[in-house]
């Protein structure tokens, strides 16, 4: 059985201060939760004070971007070694809005998987449809594109290293939340898409991410459909009683 995977992407928020406050809140709250990976991906500048925080508990810490060179004349970029001196056993890679913003590609986000993987980081690589492309009926090409490119060139073992987060983007900080239904046709397109790749064996244990306006209210509900694994959260994972309540779906 696939454990479920709950992660909190705080995008850019909270100073050190306030991520260390947050940690704090949500330890002594999730410290009872033992059948959920619970994840907690702060803005670099927060990584090392909510490492301290979480020494010991069972709360895994993730970045949200990583650059796939180790080192060099790059500035302003964090790489994969620097992030797993810091503590992060996670990186979110490809989340919509780096793709939007800041240019993001397939295959720049498949060069930073295999960054990741090269140093024992687990890659979060979150795939999505634009609102036009899902009205347009264009919802599998997009998901199998954004898929069979961000994980070009993986073996079967690296590939149960990764989490797959699939985020439609019409439900991101919109309110509007896919149905249990649509999430789970898609994430069920993506498991039959890998075991045509790799195999039905491979497809059954890696981990499926839904996200886009999870909350406390509907976790339950998109979590218990089959292949729905565990949640990415944005907005409501910026407060602990609500992310914890959404840990705690079962
Ligand atoms: P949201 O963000 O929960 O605020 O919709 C999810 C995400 O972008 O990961």
Same mark, same amino acid.
């Given at each position: 059985?696939?454990?479920?995977?709950?992660?909190?992407?705080?995008?850019?928020?909270?100073?050190?201060?306030?991520?260390?406050?947050?940690?704090?809140?949500?330890?002594?709250?999730?410290?009872?939760?033992?059948?959920?990976?619970?994840?907690?991906?702060?803005?670099?500048?927060?990584?090392?004070?909510?490492?301290?925080?979480?020494?010991?508990?069972?709360?895994?810490?993730?970045?949200?971007?990583?650059?796939?060179?180790?080192?060099?004349?790059?500035?302003?970029?964090?790489?994969?070694?620097?992030?797993?001196?810091?503590?992060?056993?996670?990186?979110?890679?490809?989340?919509?809005?780096?793709?939007?913003?800041?240019?993001?590609?397939?295959?720049?986000?498949?060069?930073? %998987? @295999?960054?990741?993987? *090269?140093?024992? /980081?687990?890659?979060?690589?979150? #795939?999505?449809?634009? !609102?036009?492309?899902?009205?347009?009926?264009?919802?599998?090409?997009?998901?199998?594109?954004?898929?069979?490119?961000?994980?070009?060139?993986?073996?079967?073992?690296?590939?149960?290293?990764?989490?797959?987060?699939?985020?439609?983007?019409?439900?991101?900080?919109?309110?509007?939340?896919?149905?249990?239904?649509?999430?789970?046709?898609?994430?069920?397109?993506?498991?039959?898409?890998?075991?045509?790749?790799?195999?039905?064996?491979?497809?059954?244990?890696?981990?499926?991410?839904?996200?886009?306006? %999870? @909350?406390?209210?509907? *976790?339950?509900? /998109?979590?218990?459909?089959?292949? #729905?694994?565990?949640? !990415?959260?944005?907005?409501?994972?910026?407060?602990?009683?609500?992310?914890?309540?959404?840990?705690?779906?079962?």
């Amino acid at each position: 059985m696939r454990t479920p995977i709950i992660a909190g992407n705080w995008k850019l928020n909270k100073t050190i201060s306030e991520a260390a406050a947050l940690t704090t809140a949500l330890k002594a709250s999730v410290a009872n939760v033992s059948d959920v990976e619970i994840i907690v991906a702060p803005p670099f500048t927060a990584l090392a004070a909510v490492n301290e925080v979480i020494a010991d508990s069972n709360i895994r810490l993730s970045a949200q971007d990583v650059y796939s060179e180790d080192s060099g004349a790059f500035t302003g970029e964090v790489s994969a070694p620097m992030l797993k001196d810091v503590g992060c056993e996670y990186v979110i890679i490809g989340h919509s809005e780096r793709r939007q913003y800041f240019g993001e590609t397939n295959e720049s986000v498949n060069q930073k %998987v @295999k960054a990741a993987l *090269a140093h024992d /980081l687990k890659p979060i690589i979150c #795939v999505g449809e634009q !609102l036009e492309e899902r009205e347009t009926g264009q919802t599998e090409v997009i998901i199998e594109d954004h898929v069979t490119g961000g994980i070009a060139g993986l073996s079967a073992a690296e590939l149960l290293s990764c989490v797959i987060a699939y985020e439609p983007v019409w439900a991101i900080g919109t309110g509007k939340t896919a149905t249990p239904a649509q999430a789970q046709e898609v994430h069920s397109f993506i498991r039959e898409l890998l075991t045509k790749t790799y195999s039905a064996d491979v497809a059954s244990q890696l981990c499926i991410q839904y996200g886009g306006s %999870v @909350k406390p209210e509907n *976790a339950s509900e /998109l979590m218990s459909q089959p292949d #729905v694994d565990g949640a !990415l959260v944005g907005g409501a994972s910026l407060e602990a009683e609500s992310f914890a309540q959404i840990v705690k779906f079962g």
